[in-house]
Structure formats: structure tokens, C-alpha cells
């Protein structure tokens, strides 16, 4: 299973950038990067994902290293909704396994 | 609206019982997935169902078990032996074919307590 690491807590002002780090060192090649988001008493909600190029939708870009070892979740402007738990997982191909880690928590300040 | 349906929202559980958490979907999708998480932690997952009749064990499923009878339904019973039940229990599905690419949908949850 691919490991990732992400720190316990971040926090922005509203309005500014984002960066939200993972490590994922022991990603191996064809493994899938996600990227979802809890809010309290909810369940998670898909961001985005990638395997090799950058990617960008509406909420937010996805930065892969082009070793493949670590991602950045980048929030453009953060709102006050963005206040979350923030996933970071590798998906490996041929398996079901989606396994989360303890995730970020994103606290933005008004 | 397509979607995952999970219900009850909040269910108690008396001692020696057993308990049956439903989930529904209406996407079409062939993967179903529980998953339990207690406060604080991340997501821990209980069992997996890749398509109907068939179902495997995750990383917690000591406790629990599953049945997939419908494409659209995954229930989970929370059995008498599992001892420490009290926790969030979130359903999820995906498309499918186990490339890596297919996004997870979780439903809303059911908070699971013990009396």
C-alpha cells in the first residue's frame, strides 16, 4: 500500500493561496494521487487527482513532483469553506484499497 | 439526484446486539466500500465489494460483515463481537474496474453509539 504523509494542521488567511503538502515516497509508478476533503460530521468529498502531469479543476490544482514522491494540493483563494480535513492518497492500480491517512486540517482565518 | 443514501443518521447500539447499518446507491456503480472512523482519526476500511455477490475484507473486519446481494445496496451489520462499535461509519462507492482513476463517493454517514 502506498504511504503518504501530510502534516496535522495548516492554516491560511482567507483570501490567499494554499499549498498542502504530501509525501509519498513509496508511490510506486502506476499508482493514482488523490486528493479529497471532510467537513465536520460529513463524508469526505472527491478534489482531485493525478498521476504524473499537473492537473486543474475548479477547486483546486494538483502539483505532482516529477520524481513522484510528493504532491501539493494548491487552494487558489481560500474561503471560509475551505476549512477542512484534507486527504491525501495513493491508489493503487488492480486494487480497491483507498486508504486514508489522518489528513490535514486546514483552519482559515477570516 | 444520483447519489449515496446511508441511514439511520444516528443508531444505538445496546450490549450483545447486533445492528445493521443500510446503504444505497443510485450511480451504477459495480464498487461498494465501508469504511469506520473514530474522532480524530482518518478513515479505516472495513470491507469492500468490487461487484454483486462478491465482497472482501479490509483492514478492520474482525466484527463486521457484508452482503451484496444488489448492485445498489451494501449493508453492513456490526456484530456482538466487535467491542469497541462506537464510531462513524461512512459507505462509499466507485465506478469500478480497480484502475486507480475512479473517484470515491461517500455517502453522509451514520453515527454509531453504544448504550
Known amino acids: 500500500d502506498a504511504k503518504t504523509t501530510q502534516p496535522n494542521s495548516m492554516e491560511s488567511n482567507e483570501e490567499e493561496p494554499v499549498h498542502l503538502p504530501c509525501n509519498h515516497s513509496?508511490?510506486?509508478?502506476?499508482?493514482?494521487i488523490h486528493w479529497y476533503r471532510q467537513l465536520p460530521s460529513q463524508g469526505p468529498e472527491y478534489v482531485i487527482h493525478g498521476l504524473t502531469s499537473n492537473v486543474n479543476n475548479r477547486m483546486a490544482s494538483l502539483a505532482i513532483a516529477e520524481d513522484r514522491k510528493s504532491s501539493t494540493l494548491i487552494l487558489h483563494r481560500a474561503t471560509l469553506r475551505d476549512a477542512a480535513v484534507y486527504y491525501c492518497?495513493?491508489?493503487?492500480?488492480?486494487?480497491?484499497?483507498?486508504?486514508f491517512g489522518t489528513g490535514t486540517r486546514l483552519k482559515v482565518l477570516a | 439526484d444520483g447519489g449515496i443514501t446511508q441511514s439511520p443518521k444516528y443508531l444505538f447500539r445496546k450490549e450483545g446486539q447486533n445492528v445493521t447499518l443500510s446503504c444505497e446507491q443510485n450511480?451504477?456503480?459495480?464498487?461498494m466500500y465501508w469504511y469506520r472512523q473514530d474522532p480524530g482519526q482518518g478513515l479505516r476500511l472495513i470491507y469492500y465489494s468490487q461487484i454483486v455477490n462478491d465482497f472482501q475484507k479490509g483492514d478492520i473486519a474482525e466484527g463486521y460483515s457484508v452482503s451484496r446481494e444488489k448492485k445498489e445496496s451494501f449493508p453492513l451489520t456490526v456484530t456482538s463481537a466487535q467491542k469497541n462499535p462506537t464510531a462513524f461509519y461512512l459507505c462509499?462507492?466507485?465506478?469500478?474496474?480497480?484502475?486507480?482513476?475512479?473517484?470515491?463517493?461517500f455517502g453522509s454517514g451514520t453515527q454509531l453509539s453504544v448504550l
Open positions: 462509499a462507492s466507485s465506478i469500478g474496474a480497480g484502475t486507480g482513476f475512479e473517484k470515491l463517493f
Open positions: 513509496t508511490i510506486s509508478g502506476t499508482d493514482y
Open positions: 492518497i495513493g491508489v493503487q492500480v488492480g486494487t480497491y484499497k483507498y486508504i
Open positions: 450511480l451504477n456503480h459495480d464498487a
